[in-house]
């Protein structure tokens, strides 16, 4: 912060563009960007799946954003941060509509997985997304409960009583809440006990130290003991290798979610993946990392 605080507006502007990636669009509007969404082949909603360590079998989806520009495939980090908030509601849109759709496909192939969806926090605080939520649902005519909104607590989103209401109303329509990224610098541990929802997601930088660091074991241990607690389900994202997976099942995460299962792929993908997963409980016996 001191080291930005000292350069000038340039500089700032040129350090954010390298750390959020190339402009996909020469013309750098929202706007532009907007129009990229609802052409047809411009936002292609990609799907990475979640492991439940316990069974071995894949139980959900997440649904991720790419956007493809002139043949290219673009990650989120990189178009997410212009968009202004009317384009941001209209990919929320389009990204809830698309994962209920394919969640749908899958139940009627024999794969009724849960879909996650992320939700901005001023998108769930507008006044028309809860009867947008329903319209969506009805028109998929998939049933609430497989359905997980998942909301990066930004700042002190969740302390604002709205937020609260509004997470409250939509648990009672049976859709899913699930915490995103807990444990990175925006979402507060803290929150956990305050407020009741049905996921807790560790964000991906608390996973990296596993399985050397016993202190990076020790607080996904925690996080696993305050979620069993609060009867949350608890993933971990962010599982890149088998190892880490073994050491999750171990501490009792309930899902993992990372490249040691799968990349995220596009929906056409997901069916012959599904088929050719094999079932791999990640551990037997119950054992501990920490005591011993
Ligand atoms: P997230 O919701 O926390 O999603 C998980 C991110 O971790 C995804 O990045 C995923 O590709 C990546 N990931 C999964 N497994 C691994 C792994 O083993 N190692 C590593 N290094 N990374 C892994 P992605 O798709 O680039 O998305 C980044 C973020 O952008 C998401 O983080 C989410 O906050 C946001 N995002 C993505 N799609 C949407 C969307 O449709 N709407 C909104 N509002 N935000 C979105
Ligand atoms: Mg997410
Ligand atoms: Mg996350
Ligand atoms: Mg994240």
Not at 32 to 58: M, N, V
Not at 134 to 150: C, F, G, N, R
């Amino acid at each position: 912060a001191l080291y930005m605080a000292k350069r000038n507006k340039t500089e700032r502007k040129q350090f954010w563009k390298s750390f959020q990636g190339e402009e996909i669009l020469a013309e750098n509007s929202s706007t532009a960007y907007s129009r990229l969404i609802e052409q047809t082949g411009g936002l292609i909603p990609y799907f990475q799946p979640i492991l439940d360590l316990q069974t071995g079998h894949i139980i959900g989806i997440e649904a991720l954003a790419r956007l493809q520009h002139e043949g290219e495939i673009h990650l989120p980090d990189t178009f997410i941060p212009h968009l202004n908030r009317k384009t941001m509601q209209m990919l929320t849109t389009r990204m809830l509509e698309n994962a209920c759709q394919v969640a749908l496909k899958l139940q009627n192939a024999g794969y009724p997985l849960e879909v996650a969806v992320n939700i901005p926090p001023d998108t769930l605080l507008e006044k028309g997304f809860l009867q947008e939520l329903q319209a969506i649902l009805k028109k998929a005519e998939l049933a609430p409960e497989y359905l997980t909104l998942e909301i990066l607590e930004n700042g002190d989103f969740l302390s604002l009583p709205l937020a609260r209401e509004k997470i409250a109303i939509i648990r009672s329509m049976g859709v899913r809440i699930a915490l995103d990224d807990v444990g990175s610098a925006y979402a507060s541990l803290l929150r956990l006990k305050e407020i009741a929802v049905d996921e807790v997601k560790l964000d991906q930088s608390l996973v990296r130290g596993i399985p050397e660091r016993p202190t990076d074991l020790v607080f996904v241990g925690s996080v696993a003991a305050l979620a069993m607690a609060m009867g949350s389900r608890y993933i971990v994202e962010g599982a890149e290798t088998p190892e880490i997976l073994d050491a999750l099942a171990v501490l009792g995460v309930d899902c993992a979610q990372g490249y040691a299962i799968a990349q995220p792929m596009p929906a056409n993908e997901l069916l012959p993946w599904l088929q050719n997963w094999k079932p791999q409980p990640q551990h037997n016996q119950p054992k501990t990392l920490l005591g011993a």
